[in-house]
């Protein structure tokens, strides 16, 4: 059982490439989320859904986009990624109790 | 809006000394508390959740968490440290939906021998 599975775990991006992150959950779960974590500021929501075909906007939601068009996977996207954007990125699910983390997408922006 | 407080970004205690790490929440309906471990390079564990049922919630490894309303609390302690427990903790609060999980900004717990 894989439970979450982020693609891909390392990226170097440079300054107004675009870029996806994939996420893939197995457990039939229906909310899905997407984290940034940076040192001294825990994990911050970017955006979230509640299931399939719904997105919604988190705490940090700007310059990034979100897609839920199967029940499984949610992706994140960066139209045009900027510096400020280097962060750790992690992916969960939820039934409603408690969330399961994929093992987190180390991106950098130069 | 929801929001969550852990006091302290670095607790220090001896192996063997109790363990306690402090969170405190806002939320204006009845929340589910979550207390998650992150060991170095790694995601998020589930330690222990508080859904309204029981106020003294147990978790894996030895932890617990007492849910009090009066005081808007949910810390988290263990009797006894071990050094295997040094990792970062955070403390996450949500609405009954779950819809949308909101995090502290974590805690480090460093263990000396």
């Known amino acids: 059982n894989a439970g979450v599975t982020q693609t891909p775990k390392f990226r170097v991006l440079k300054t107004g490439q675009s870029m996806t992150l994939l996420c893939a959950q197995d457990?039939?779960?229906?909310?899905m989320y997407w984290y940034r974590q940076d040192p001294g500021m825990g994990l911050r929501l970017i955006h979230y859904s509640v299931g399939e075909g719904t997105t919604a906007k988190g705490e940090v939601p700007d310059g990034y986009n979100v897609s839920r068009l199967k029940k499984q996977n949610f992706l994140l996207g960066l139209e045009s990624a900027a510096p400020s954007q280097t962060s750790v990125y992690f992916c969960?699910?939820?039934?409603?109790?408690?969330?399961?983390f994929g093992q987190g997408t180390r991106l950098t922006v130069v | 809006a929801q929001s969550v407080t852990q006091l302290g970004s670095h607790v220090s205690v001896s192996e063997g000394a109790l363990v306690l790490l402090r969170c405190n929440y806002s939320?204006?309906?009845?929340?589910?508390l979550f207390w998650y471990v992150q060991y170095p390079n790694q995601g998020l564990q589930l330690l222990l959740k508080y859904t309204s049922a029981a106020t003294l919630v147990k978790g894996i490894n030895g932890f617990e968490a007492e849910f009090k309303k009066s005081e808007t609390s949910f810390h988290l302690t263990k009797p006894s440290a071990h050094m295997s427990d040094a990792a970062e903790y955070f403390c996450?609060?949500?609405?009954?939906?779950?819809?949308?999980?909101?995090f502290g900004s974590g805690t480090r717990l460093s263990i000396r021998p």
């Open positions: 969960a699910s939820s039934s409603g109790t408690g969330a399961f």
């Open positions: 996450a609060v949500s609405d009954s939906s779950a819809s949308k999980i909101i």
């Open positions: 457990m039939n779960h229906e909310y």
């Open positions: 939320s204006s309906v009845p929340p589910y």
